[in-house]
Nanobody
Framework: VQLQASGGGLVQPGGSLRLSCVAS????????LAWFRQSPGNERELVAA?????????????VRGRFTISKVPAAYAHEKDTVYLQMNNLRLDDTAVYYC???????????????WGQGTQVTVSS
């Protein structure tokens, strides 16, 4: 499975961005889907995740109430499964490279995720 993340950019504090992650195969509904982020000098951390059923989601304390993860299966054969991360009320410390990932059980452990997108830069700055 190949993942393609997009949607990053430069935004002012308090602004919003929506990240998208498209899968190369229509197998999204079999994996836990997640967004991680990594800023310089820090470990890659789990931001949000959603189970393959969609019934369970996880948010890091720092983003809960501001970020929302969702997934949309392809409706037609020519479309692709997509997972989104809606980010509202962005703060300076949200600045990082954001990665989408797909893998096994919902976990904060990045080793549980088998497939990774290339990362998209989010910069929050005034």
């Amino acid at each position: 499975v190949q993942l393609q993340a997009s949607g990053g950019g430069l935004v002012q504090p308090g602004g919003s961005l929506r990240l998208s992650c498209v899968a190369s195969e229509r197998t999204f509904m079999k994996y836990t889907l997640a967004w991680f982020r990594q800023s310089p000098g820090n470990e890659r951390e789990l931001v949000a995740a959603i189970s393959w059923t969609g019934g369970t989601s996880y948010y890091a304390d720092s983003v809960r109430g501001r970020f929302t993860i969702s997934k949309v299966p392809a409706a037609y054969a020519h479309e692709k499964d997509t997972v989104y991360l809606q980010m509202n009320n962005l703060r300076l410390d949200d600045t990082a490279v954001y990665y989408c990932a797909a893998g096994g059980p919902l976990s904060r452990d990045r080793d549980e995720y088998d497939y990774w997108g290339q990362g998209t830069q989010v910069t929050v700055s005034s």
